[in-house]
């Protein structure tokens, strides 16, 4: 074998010998050059044709929806902020005033704290209770199936807290209601 040191090149047209590497180097910067080039000009066509386009056009565009021509006429839209906060600022409706307490806010906010303690810890105290103590101390059921029934005993214990916030939250309401009758056959 021949050393390809050694071996004779042709070059094509007199041009120098170069590495492949720097062949690709410079054809990748004469195209960066070249593209550069062309969007150049490209941006200035199209600046052309938009004032153009704009001095033909400046009354009205005919396929085009005017109200969206100027966003800075158009009036704020409200958002939720602007919506929560037009809500708190909104004057209280005379049938509505009894909800309004400051004795109905606090029992209303003890209610809901009592309720969501209730919903972690006593769903909790239910399974373990049925699990050791009834399912495996009592019944001597495998560990699996102790598990089983113990998860739905405290399901169960989840949906009777919710139903009985419920019915409390309706027996609120009806209260109330009760209470705004009485006051308005007084008057």
Known sequence: MTDPTDQDFELVDGAERKSSTS??????DDKKIDSQSVSENEEEVE??????NTEELSTELPFVDQSIKDDAERAKEKDGE????EALKAPIRPDQEQFY???????????LIAFSAMMFT???LVMATLYYWVFIDHFHLPPKDAMLYAGIGAALVVIL???AFCYIAWKEEK????KLKAEKKKE
Do not use: M, Q
């Not at 600046?47 to 153009?52: D, L, Q, R, Y």
């Not at 602007?82 to 906060?85: G, H, N």
């Not at 209260?175 to 009760?178: F, L, Q, R, V």
């Open 23 to 28: 062949d690709s180097f410079e054809a990748v």
């Open 47 to 52: 600046n052309a044709v938009e004032s153009e």
């Open 82 to 85: 602007d919506l929560v906060e």
């Open 101 to 111: 307490t400051a004795e109905d806010s606090r029992r209303a906010i003890t209610l």
């Open 122 to 124: 006593v769903p909790l």
């Open 161 to 163: 807290i919710a139903a």
């Open 175 to 178: 209260d109330a209601e009760d």
